[in-house]
């Protein structure tokens, strides 16, 4: 579930049930608590949900021991099919449907998801189980095939169905105008063609195609938001227009029922085809002009989609094949060839080439690769070719998750939009009370003809004041910042944490991977007896079967001498001290003083002193120890990235407080601390340690960010208010973290909260204007300076106002795709 109607929906449908008497639904743990007069089986609740329209999904958790007779807790989720439709002022937050349609909510038309290349296949239109990956002809009846996937999108289809209604609207709106206008000509030259009575019946019927064709969806908005109680934008333009149209109607149809001063000189009653028609066509305007507009916001999720290719080179016994890239399985071999984008993510096998990799991560430099080096989906390969093995492929790819992740984050709702949401909702009833009061005011103490006066502003005042500018000041923001974001190569997870990466004051930093490259290498191997190849041979054996960078670096280095591997029995992997296990029928542990410790480990002076001394030059040192005697240890370095000392000196002139926390001993931090000029650093942190630290400075009402990339780090990364991981790091670590730098760098950071400032101070922007917008429109509207100035604002001014006023609020928006982070 995503949105309270999901929440209120469930507990409707399931209380409508006989014999359950009371149904809480929490929407955050997706959960619903059942209280019934007897037992049911799960089975009569995932009934009940399917019968209903939308697709709900119910399963048990556990029965829950309470004081009533009968509870049960059961998991509720939301199942929206393939979910390609979203509305663009996110009011059900990151709710999707299956077609095409209006937000129940708002009204506005649903966009489409942007979703991956697809394969080109071709089907008969005669015979559509005919699937083929090349055009031809049909086996079956000989017609040619076509392709399977639309020639273009449904946001396009949407945009030139606007723009089809819009000429139409166009051709009938622009008579009436004149004829009405006509009426201000001295001597007006249409009253010698026929009379003003028979040119308001030419009104009429040219004002019929443009209400119930044109903008009659506009009407059905209306109504859908008065049913449901919704109340939106469409429901001021559709009463405003409404009242008028219908006014005009009855004017026409039974003029003697007005009073005179609804009256001209000629006797007929003053209507309004014209501005019924000027303001929906104005609003239809407006409405073209976000479609082209909101096209643009996505730009970035689109761009990044061209990338992927949608055929490769499948390499079979020393032969190429074009092949769709949905038909690549995991260890495929693919020639890439220079140009070609590389089709999925792996690792090249054979060959060697330089690639783009900038629209990843931003950088403009190529990236050269050998053999063993992993290459990624939708980079461009240089002037070499080379053959790759496919490790991940479809959803799995990097590109897939980026694109995936920030069409998630588009879609999210910033804590700042609340403000918005607030006000909005209590807008529309008011605004309507103030239509009501402005006719009235009008009516008894306005010149005349009064009545005329007044059903005209009140019309005015309902027009000027729509919301729309006011719920897309941010999800349009969002979007473009978020897409902003993925061409630099920080992937945001949602919109609340664009908008707390602002907020930040405390940054806390892993040093290996984070700071460092990542990428340790063995100095050099110390063995008190004078047998570093046997010592070797006992660490790498028991560090094959570990994850962590050291212990990679370790098994790498002795692959280097052509050292055995033994088998290791009993092996354990010690969080945040090291391994330990069984070799050659010896036990060994291999790892920092505090893994010593806990094995009772005895340690020589002498080795404690020659580590003491590496450990001062910034080394990562780690015990080896077997039978419980400490035979030597390992040294080594892992060299500090060269963006790290800029990226810090950075963030702690944004005045935010850099504290580096590793598992690395004492003087191996400080060496490192003192590189970067870092004041506060912590060493031998465990991930509690870690886990604890970030709490304690969210008790004393810190913003806390966690940069760190290995699964060590997971748990901190979640508690922190942002947590930020390496792309170069675990997936578990990324899976916890809110943003993901996919280069791995801290100057990552940097960018991620100019980032956040800019959508921030953008956002501000946008609710700024759309507050002074209505603020000063209603009163203006509503005939506020026609005392002092003599004005009044016309309603088709303000229909004009009104649309402008929204396209105003999305190209501010899109300023920030320019912007330089």
Known sequence: MTCNGCRSHVEEILSKIKGVSKVNVDLEKKEAIIETEEHFPIEKYQEALKKDSDTYSIHNIDDLPKKEANATSVEVKKVNGNGTYYCPMHCEGDKVYDKAGDCPVCGMDLVQQPVLAQSHQYTCPMHPEIIRDESGSCPICGMDLVPMEPSESEDQKSYKDLVRKMKISLVFTIPVFLIAMSEMIPNN?????????????????????????????????AWKSIVTWNLNMFTLIGIGTGVAFLFSIFGLFFPDVFPAEFKTAQGTVHLYFEATVVILTLVLLGQLMEAKAHSQTSGAIKALLKLAPSEAILVIDGEDKVVSIHDIKKGDLLRVKPGDKIPVDGKIQAGSSSVDESMITGEPIPVDKEEGDTVTSGTINGNKSFVMVAEKVGSETLLSQIVQMVSDASRSRAPIQKLADSIAKYFVPIVVLISITTFFVWFFFGPEPAMVYGFINAIAVLIIACPCALG??????????????????????????????????????????????????????????????????????????????????????????????????????????????????????????????????????????????????????????????????????????????????????????????????????????????????????????????????????????????????????????????????????????????????????????????????????????????????????????????????????????????????????????????
């Open 189 to 221: 030259p249409l009253e010698k063609i026929m009379g003003i009575e028979k040119w308001n019946w030419v009104q009429f019927f040219l004002s019929i195609p443009v209400v119930f064709y044109a903008c009659w969806i506009f009407f059905v908005r």
């Open 472 to 821: 897309l000041a941010t999800p349009m923001s969002v979007m473009v910042g978020v897409g902003k974001g993925a061409q630099n190569g920080i992937l945001i997870k949602n919109a609340e944490a664009l908008e707390n990466m602002n907020k930040i004051n405390v940054l806390i930093t892993d040093k290996t991977g984070t700071i460092t490259e990542g990428k340790p290498s063995v100095e050099k191997v110390v063995s008190t007896t004078n047998e570093e190849e046997k010592v070797l041979q006992i660490i790498a054996s028991i560090n094959q079967y570990s994850e962590h960078p050291l212990a990679e670096a370790v098994v790498n280095y002795a692959k280097s001498k052509n050292i055995k591997l033994s088998e290791v029995r009993d092996f354990e992997n010690v969080t945040g001290k090291g391994v330990t296990g069984t070799v050659d029928g010896k036990k060994v542990a291999l790892g920092n003083k505090k893994l010593m410790e806990q094995t009772k480990a005895n340690v020589d002076s002498a080795v404690e002193n020659s580590i003491f001394e590496e450990q001062k030059l910034g080394k990562t040192v780690s015990y080896i120890a077997v039978d419980n005697i400490v035979v030597g240890f390992v040294c080594i370095t892992d060299a500090i990235k060269s963006s790290s000392v800029a990226a810090i000196k950075e963030l702690m002139n944004q005045g935010i407080e850099v504290i580096m926390m590793t598992g690395d001993n004492e003087n191996t931090a400080k060496s490192v601390a003192d590189q970067l000029g870092l004041s506060a650093f912590k060493a031998g942190c465990l991930p509690e340690d870690k886990l604890n630290e970030i709490k304690k400075l969210q008790s004393q009402g810190k913003i806390v960010a966690m940069a760190g990339d290995g699964i060590n780090d997971a748990p901190a990364l979640a508690q922190a208010d942002i947590g930020i991981a390496m792309g170069t790091g675990t997936d578990v670590a990324i899976e916890s973290a809110k943003i993901t730098l996919v280069k791995g760098d801290l100057h990552g950071i940097v960018k991620a909260k100019n980032l956040s400032h800019a959508v921030m101070r953008n956002i501000k922007q946008n609710l700024f204007f759309a507050f002074l917008y209505n603020a000063l429109g209603v009163p203006i509207a509503a005939g506020l300076l026609y005392p002092f100035f003599g004005i009044l604002l016309s309603p088709m001014i303000a229909a004009l106002a009104m649309s402008f006023s929204s396209v105003s609020v999305i190209l501010n928006a899109l300023r920030l795709r320019s912007i330089n982070i």
